[in-house]
């Protein structure tokens, strides 16, 4: 018995099926970018800020990281209360050995995108080595003119001995340093800084926290940024905000960002 000869399939039809599988990986990819990409959330306050601000401060800032979740950087751009708005935010870049905060990407973009002067930082875990979490933040963080120094976040000791977490802090900062080409800035609690850190650290700028004093934080060294509140509210942003102050002028402002 003759054996059917097989049909051979149309070059036609092999072309419809690769452009077919085409549109369908785009559209997969599409998706996928759709998902990605937050929504920010159109949320408004009664009442500006909603926080008493302290006097003689003439630039106002936010800092933020992904617990404040979507924000509609938009909203908080045109958000003025008795002539003060929001000047420059910092985020929360990366934390430890290798996390990064889900919001920074978007965060960082959106900030240059609405002319914000923008700064990230890093939160320190003290138990960590502190030169690999320096290169954790310069894998994430790329500075341009304009922005400024680099930030680290130092509030807590996690067990370690203060003499250990003074080294790995320097090794941290020194390496930063060396790529940045500026010295970071050191965020602390006031009292935490004076506790642990103290005069070896005092040739670094300061971002200081001190909450619930009225003009200005109770430390004796001199000081660059001030987060003065934790429970701020501001459109475009749903959650409690920290809101900070800069210990100076427009000009000191201009020396302070990166050139």
Do not use: C
């Amino acid at each position: 018995m003759a054996k059917k000869k097989k049909k051979k399939t149309s070059p036609v039809i092999w072309m419809l099926t690769g452009i077919f599988l085409i549109l369908l990986l785009l559209l997969v990819y599409l998706f996928q970018q759709e998902k990605d990409t937050p929504t920010p959330i159109e949320f408004t306050y009664d009442a500006d800020f909603g926080i008493p601000l302290p006097d003689n401060y003439s630039i106002h800032g936010i800092d933020v990281s992904v617990h404040q979740s979507n924000i509609s950087w938009g909203m908080v751009k045109n958000t003025r209360s008795d002539h003060i708005a929001i000047g420059f935010v910092f985020i929360k870049a990366t934390e430890g050995l290798s996390d990064a905060d889900k919001q920074f990407k978007i965060n960082w973009q959106h900030l240059q995108q609405f002319g914000f002067t923008r700064g990230a930082y890093h939160f320190f875990i003290a138990t960590k080595n502190g030169a690999q979490q320096a290169q954790n933040f310069i894998r994430t963080v790329q500075l341009q003119t304009g922005d400024l120094p680099p930030a680290v976040d130092v509030e807590e000791l996690y067990g370690v001995n203060p003499t250990q977490l003074k080294k790995r802090l320097k090794d941290y900062l020194q390496t930063i340093e060396n790529f940045y080409k500026v010295k970071p800035i050191i965020y602390a609690y006031a009292s935490f800084y004076e506790s642990y850190l103290g005069k070896e650290f005092d040739d670094y700028p300061l971002w200081v926290a001190h909450y619930k004093e009225p003009q200005q934080p109770r430390i004796q060294r001199p000081w660059q940024f001030w987060q003065h509140s934790n429970e701020g509210h501001i459109n475009g942003i749903k959650t409690k905000v920290d809101f900070d102050v800069f210990n100076g002028d427009s000009a000191a402002f201009q020396q302070m960002v990166l050139h």
